[in-house]
T-cell receptor, first 113, second 111 residues
Framework: NAGVMQNPRHLVRRRGQEARLRCSPM?????VYWYRQLPEEGLKFMVY????????ESGMPKERFSAEFPKEGPSILRIQQVVRGDSAAYFC???????????FGPGTRLTVT | GQQLNQSPQSMFIQEGEDVSMNCTSS?????WLWYKQDPGEGPVLLIA?????ELTSNGRLTAQFGITRKDSFLNISASIPSDVGIYFC???????????FGQGTTLQVKP
């Protein structure tokens, strides 16, 4: 029973490039959430998606960031024209129902050089 | 916005000691979750609480949902070296789907 899968685990991008982070939820989970964690800090909510729908994107920066969870395939968090301040660990979580326990993946550590 | 305040910020204890940490909020939560995060890994769910006053155990871990719904406590009994890590409380504000997290309590255990 595989848990939440994220890839890549580590991603290095130069300033101005695009970063694409992938997340496959646990089997049977249709709710996906993305969080960002800066060093020495807690996790900060970014976006909540169900299949083909964005439910809550109140934590997403207005520019350069987008997320999707298509009918088929993993959820994608896309960061365009990355800047140094985007360097962080990005975690995906999934749950079977909204508001219940969320199970986290191992994260993608993005480094912008 | 809503915040969760965890204390203490860090703890350094001897192996075998009991540990207690708490989490408070200025607003009501209907669900409290406790996670542990090891370096370089994602948070792992330890305990979920759904009812005010509820006391739930998971092995050496015990967590309580405060009666006021504005706080929660996590206790670890007879600590061992593998308990080292950062412990986070979390909850969904106003029954939204998202979670907000406390700042974390860093636990170090001396063998």
């Amino acid at each position: 029973n595989a848990g939440v899968m994220q890839n890549p685990r580590h991603l290095v991008r130069r300033r101005g490039q695009e970063a694409r982070l992938r997340c496959s939820p646990m089997k049977g989970h249709s709710h996906v959430y993305w969080y960002r964690q800066l060093p020495e800090e807690g996790l900060k909510f970014m976006v909540y998606l169900q299949k083909e729908n964005i439910i809550d994107e109140s934590g997403m920066p207005k520019e350069r960031f987008s997320a999707e969870f298509p009918k088929e395939g993993p959820s994608i968090l896309r960061i365009q024209q990355v800047v140094r301040g985007d360097s962080a660990a990005y975690f995906c979580a999934s749950s079977p129902l909204s508001g219940y326990e969320q199970y986290f993946g191992p994260g993608t550590r993005l480094t912008v050089t | 916005g809503q915040q969760l305040n965890q204390s203490p910020q860090s703890m350094f204890i001897q192996e075998g000691e009991d540990v207690s940490m708490n989490c408070t909020s200025s607003s009501i939560f209907n669900t409290w979750l406790w996670y542990k995060q090891d370096p370089g890994e994602g948070p792992v769910l330890l305990i979920a609480l759904y009812k005010a006053g509820e006391l739930t155990s998971n092995g050496r871990l015990t967590a309580q949902f405060g009666i006021t719904r504005k706080d929660s406590f996590l206790n670890i009994s007879a600590s061992i070296p593998s308990d080292v890590g950062i412990y986070f409380c979390a909850g969904p504000p106003q029954d939204t789907g998202k979670l907000i997290f406390g700042q974390g309590t860093t636990l170090q255990v001396k063998p």
